[in-house]
């Protein structure tokens, strides 16, 4: 069988781009979604992992749909290779069912790595630059009501209440609330 993996990083933007390059493929079973490949935590992706068999092939438009580490891309490939299926970018022309395919894509991901880092460094400079020009401010933070951490600090603690009750008792994300947790450690 031939199946679709269609990816974009946000909700706000289109996979149509992605779907009409596989109008001609003959694709029997398309897994799309719209969040970002930072790591191999995505649901769709899962599924499509899971549904695959032996003999099948996954069409994508491009490894950075996949991916965006080479670990994480080749992580990947070596799940769906062990499984007995193939894998077909339609940008790049690769099949990996080739030796010739393999060298490529390992060549590939580390240039989508490298890519990606160079982004993220040059984001960073503008940000820097911008906070130095006073322009960027950065967020804002959260002011904390102590009275009430500690309350619920103290229930958490007798597990009256679990970290997601916290999080929504306080209006913070969880990440946040793991950060005023481990900042509450240091406190003497």
Do not use: P
């Given at each position: 069988m031939k199946v679709a993996y269609i990816r974009v990083s946000t909700a706000d933007q289109?996979?149509?781009?992605?779907?009409?390059?596989?109008?001609?493929?003959?694709?029997?079973?398309?897994?799309?979604e719209k969040v970002s490949a930072k790591d191999t935590n995505r649901p769709q992706l899962q599924a499509m992992l899971d549904y695959v068999r032996e003999g099948d092939?996954?069409?994508i438009h491009d490894f950075s749909r996949l991916a965006r580490s080479t670990k994480d891309l080749l992580d990947i490939?070596?799940?769906?290779?062990?499984?007995?299926?193939?894998?077909?970018?339609n940008k790049e022309s690769i099949d990996t069912s080739t030796p010739q395919g393999?060298?490529?894509?390992?060549?590939?991901?580390?240039?989508?790595?490298?890519?990606?880092?160079?982004?993220?460094?040059?984001?960073?400079?503008?940000?820097?630059?911008a906070v130095e020009a006073g322009k960027y401010k950065g967020r804002q933070v959260k002011k904390i009501d102590e009275k009430t951490f500690?309350?619920?600090?103290?229930?958490?603690?007798?597990?009256?209440?679990?970290?997601?009750?916290?999080?929504?008792?306080?209006?913070v994300s969880r990440p946040t609330l793991d950060k005023l947790l481990k900042d509450r450690k240091k406190q003497p």
């Open positions: 289109n996979e149509s781009r992605q779907l009409e390059a596989m109008k001609d493929k003959g694709i029997g079973k398309y897994f799309t092939t996954v069409y490939i070596e799940q769906l290779q062990s499984k007995g299926v193939s894998l077909v970018s393999k060298l490529m894509v390992t060549m590939l991901g580390a240039i989508y790595e490298f890519e990606r880092a160079n982004l993220l460094e040059r984001q960073s400079e503008g940000i820097a630059i500690d309350k619920l600090y103290t229930q958490y603690k007798s597990r009256e209440i679990n970290k997601v009750q916290f999080a929504k008792a306080l209006g």
